[in-house]
């Protein structure tokens, strides 16, 4: 059987470290790091996903600093709100939950962040940054996959990487990531031919693509280390239950595997932790503190 990749005892661990951290620095500097999360009308899942970050931050002891706008708020009002942001010198990371209304222009109220102060990591000039190979905010899931992997001592150099994904927010960070850290990686996407072909030949096999159980074992070269970021809700036939699956058939592929990360379980606690990641390095930068990051 595959060796579980258990992210969510990581992320447990590493927020606990960084409560030590933040509460010595906040008695010492007169204040703790702070996030601010800006959330645009009332969207169940996201309100959710707002609350655990907010839980998460409240457990490391960082300061929760954000808002709830109306639905109909115009993108002037947002971006007023966004530019008050970048200006506060409580606020060290600043994150807009997605998706936002569709009245909404997306790109452009994310371009609008400080990058210093982009807790995503996704603003140009921080993929601009991790193209270049220069320090910066890092993508939270791309980065918490690699955190992972390090945490289990699973060796890049030189092994096969294929990303099964392109987006901006996971398929091409962490294919850059992957990249530096010496491994030979391939993208694939819903026009790639031949995919099974290309999946099976991979030491590392990243799935980030939405699809519920796409990756079955004849798909999975034996041995090889599975990252599965899909967070899929199905519900099963003979109910009106649902529950969360990957876009990985965990059980039909974990005795073929080497390693493997479990959803839920998996890369989803290891995402809140790096936003978490960020805004602290944020809140190091601005307070001059030389301690260096615990994680990748």
Partial sequence: MAQLLDGKALAQQIQTQRQA???????????????????????????????????????????????????????????????????????????????????????????????????DGLHPINLGRLVRGEPGLRSCTPAGIMRLMQEYDISLVGKSATVLGRSILVGKPIGLMLLAA?????????????????????????????????????????????????????????????????????????PVAGAITPVPGGIGPMTVTMLLENTIASYCTRMKISTPPLSW
């Fill in 182 to 254: 010496n491994a030979t990686p391939t993208f694939t996407h819903s026009k790639s031919q031949n995919l099974p072909e290309l999946t099976r030949s991979a030491d590392i096999l990243i799935a980030a693509v939405g699809v519920p159980n796409l990756i079955g074992k004849d798909m999975v070269k034996p041995g090889a280390v599975v990252i599965d970021v899909g967070i899929n809700r199905v519900v099963a036939a003979d109910s009106d239950k649902s529950r969360l699956v990957g876009d990985v058939d965990f059980a039909a592929v974990e």
């Fill in 21 to 119: 951290s933040v509460l010595s620095w906040t008695a010492q500097y007169g204040r703790a790091p702070g996030l601010a999360v800006l959330m645009v009308g009332d969207n169940p899942a996201s309100a959710a996903y707002v609350r655990n970050k907010e839980k998460a931050c409240d457990r490391v002891g960082i300061a929760s600093l954000g808002k709830n706008l109306p639905k109909d708020s115009t993108q002037e009002a947002i971006a007023q709100e966004i530019q008050a942001l970048n200006q506060n010198p409580l606020v060290d990371g600043i994150l807009i939950q997605l998706p936002l209304p569709d009245h909404l222009d997306e790109s452009s109220l994310l371009n609008l962040i400080d990058p210093d102060k982009d807790a």
